[in-house]
Structure formats: C-alpha cells, structure tokens
C-alpha cells in the first residue's frame, strides 16, 4: 500500500494513526505542502482535487481521509474501529461526519491564525472570534463525553482517531481554554496511544 501525504497534515495523520491500530505496512511519499507534488497530472489522475492524503492500495486508489480510514477498517478486520452492526455504525459516521462539517470549519482559522500566519498578518480579532465559536465545539463534545469514554461508545473507534488531530491542537495552541473535565479525560485515554503519539503527538507547525 503507498500513501502520498505530508505527516504535518492533519487528515493525513488520521490515516498514519488507523494503519498503527490495524498494524498495516505500508510506504508513504511526501506530497503537499512544502513538498508539493500534489498538482502534477499524474497525481491529479489519482485524486483530481490535488489534496493530500490519497492511497493506492492494489489496483485501488482512494482519496478523502474519512473514507480511506473507512476502507481500511472494513478491508483489513477493524470491526472494533468500525462496528460492522448499523447502530454502533451510525455513531461512528456520525461523529466521522460532525468531525468535517462542524470541528473543521471551527478549528481552521484559530489554528491558522496562530500557527500558520506571521504574527504580524494576524487578525487577533477574527482570531478571538472563531476561539469563541471552537470552544462551543468543543464543549458539545464534552458534554456527549461525560457519559462515555470515547466518542461512540466504550472503545476507541474510527471517530476518535478522526477527532485525534484536533484535540491534539487544541491543547497545543496559545489560547486560554475553560476547564472540560470529560473532554481531556478523553484526550489523555487516546493520547497513550501508540499510533497517536508516533502520528499526531507533533509540534504544531
């Protein structure tokens, strides 16, 4: 299996970390980023929207990291990542889904705004802004934590390991945060992790 993707990308760390929890092998080449490669043809014949990361695996490629996460789990025997039974299922996706349209939206400009831009570019009152709207975020997420361990249920599955980049970052950035008790219980329990701490435990940059 080859996986194109730069390791500083968050939804390329969330597949490291799957192939870790499924002990998969693999090679993976740098794309994106400061390595670019991921607007050349023969990487937009794999994966027209020329982001990162894509995998190749047989004859197979896919590209989107909440699918390929999805893939691996169902081709490569991690029904306790991803619940073959359409209830457990659900909360899986459902939280795989909230982690895209809800807790990225949110984190980007608070992470881009103080990792990614010249402290002399930013807009510190955009920036307080969207801290506002991340911690509502992620305050919803402690409450759904205060009656479980993990995200879906009593186990770690795909939706925690889709949410791990994030946590990670949050608890990394320069900003003041209130105290959410379940929610990093929750942290510390997947930051023992093997794969989290190989693939998402990094500086932020």
Not at 44 to 54: E, F
Not at 112 to 124: F, Q, S, V, Y
């Amino acid at each position: 299996m080859e996986i194109w993707g730069r390791t500083t990308s968050s939804n390329v760390q969330k597949v490291l970390w799957c192939c870790s929890e499924l002990n998969l092998s693999y090679q993976r080449r740098d794309a994106g980023g400061e390595f670019d490669g991921n607007h050349t043809p023969e990487y937009l014949a794999m994966n027209p929207n020329g982001l990162v990361p894509t995998i190749r695996d047989g004859d197979l490629v896919i590209w989107e990291s909440n699918t390929i996460m999805r893939y691996l789990a169902s081709r490569y025997g991690g029904a306790a990542l991803y619940p073959q039974a359409l209830g457990p299922r659900s909360e899986v996706d459902r939280w795989l889904d909230w982690q895209l349209s809800t807790l990225a939206p949110a984190i980007f400009p608070v992470f881009w705004g103080l990792i990614r831009t010249p402290a002399g570019e930013r807009d510190n009152a955009a920036i307080a802004v969207a801290t506002i709207r991340l911690t509502e975020v992620w305050q919803l997420l402690d409450h759904e934590l205060s009656r479980r361990d993990y995200a879906a249920g009593d186990q770690l599955t795909l939706a925690d390991i889709a949410l791990g980049s994030s946590i990670h970052r949050w608890f990394a950035l320069p900003i003041e945060r209130p105290n959410l008790t379940p929610l990093k219980a929750w942290h510390d329990r997947i930051a023992v992790r093997p794969g989290f701490r190989e693939h998402i435990a990094k500086p932020l940059v």
